[in-house]
């Protein structure tokens, strides 16, 4: 097998037989004419259950991570809903990371919960809690992620994919934050990879999407059967976004990690910042396992605000490189007031964000000019 660099741009990549074109054309069509009743070119019939563009996609996907099967969806949630619905019944448990994408928890607790599914939201840092947490033979699926959203809380893979399966469950990550360039959970031991390609694959915050990656093939066929089914699936044009995207994704992901950490490296310490959240950081407490688990800590931080909620919001408000916005994970530099935003729909709740946190999405400009943006937005806190 190739190189992780060269795979990002050459996997399911093959040039047009018909022309010659180098890049896959966007086959923006919704249905596939059949030589005879049944004789379809390719396997491709309608669009809901293939496309040409999508598979480029999905072929992509599961060999950045490493899977056999790789689907592609509309939105995280969409894959995330479609994956839930394949492993899950009514009466089935799920035990769940605390520190989760709020519209993860949302997807679960508010549309899951109420045909049936339980969830307990735990911390999954000790394997005692999270043995605690597991009801035999009702708990089906142990969902992780990590790096978390916004806490950046670490999880050992390997450690709770072998306490997982000693119970019987489907081991499910979230590897958005980190991306298959700089972590590679099904090699870790995970079943099932699910991403936001939203985020970091699609990188230029021009794209929704989501996939789920995995290597069994029957729970494969069955994750096949429902997007066919349900048709969640990412337009033609989404997936060539999203394959132009993840072509630079291994030199984004670098730069996104060497900016990060040279802002951390910066912030923490001073006296506007009670806490820096980033496990390139060497008292983070998930400093170890992430340098053995990952190849590079991304561009992902939270900061504790030493002056509480008004502080962090002023800081959110106040930066300009750094525009306040949802989501993460694109070349340009991002803010989030967590408990408002992503967040806000467990405010309240035990899962709540304190309110003195933002977040950061370091991207990938000069990080000099980063640097000078949150110093003159902290030199203005108290104005
Ligand atoms: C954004 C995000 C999701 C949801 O993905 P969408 O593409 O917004 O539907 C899921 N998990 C994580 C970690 C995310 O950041």
Known sequence: ?????????????????????????????????????????????????????????????????????????????????????????PGDHMVLGNDVYGGTHRLIDQVHGPWGVEVTATELSDPDVVRAAIRPGTTKILWVETPSNPLMKITDIATLAELGHDAGLLVVVDNTFASPALQQPLALGADVVVHSTTKYLGGHSDVLGGAVVLNDDALAEQIGFLQLAVGAVSSPMDAWLTVRGIKTLAVRMRRHSENA???????????????????????????????????????????????????????????????????????????????????????????????????????????????????????????
């Open 261 to 383: 950490q040279a802002i951390a490296e910066h912030l923490v310490g001073l006296p506007a910042i009670e806490r820096v959240y980033y496990p390139g950081l060497p008292q983070h407490p998930g400093h170890d396992i992430a340098a053995r688990q990952m190849s590079g800590f991304g561009g992902m931080m939270a900061l504790a605000l030493a002056h509480g909620p008004a502080a962090a919001r002023r800081l959110a408000e106040g930066t300009h490189l750094f525009q306040l916005a949802e989501s993460l994970g694109g070349v340009e530099s991002l803010i989030a007031y967590p408990a408002e935003m992503t967040h806000a729909s467990v405010r309240g709740t035990p899962l709540a964000v304190p309110e003195n946190v933002v977040r950061l999405s370091v991207g990938i400009e000069d990080v000099i000019d980063l640097i000078a943006d949150l110093d003159d937005a902290l030199g203005h806190l108290t104005d």
């Open 1 to 89: 097998m190739t190189g992780f660099d060269t795979r990002a741009i050459h996997a399911g990549q093959e040039f047009d037989p018909t022309t010659g074109a180098v890049i896959l054309p966007i086959y923006q069509t919704s249905t596939f004419v059949q030589d005879r009743i049944g004789g379809l070119r390719g396997g491709y019939e309608y669009n809901r259950s293939g496309n040409p563009t999508r598979t480029s996609l999905q072929t992509l996907i599961a060999s950045l991570e490493g899977g056999r099967h790789a689907f592609s969806f509309a939105s995280g949630l969409a894959a995330e809903d479609t994956l839930l619905r394949t492993a899950l019944r």
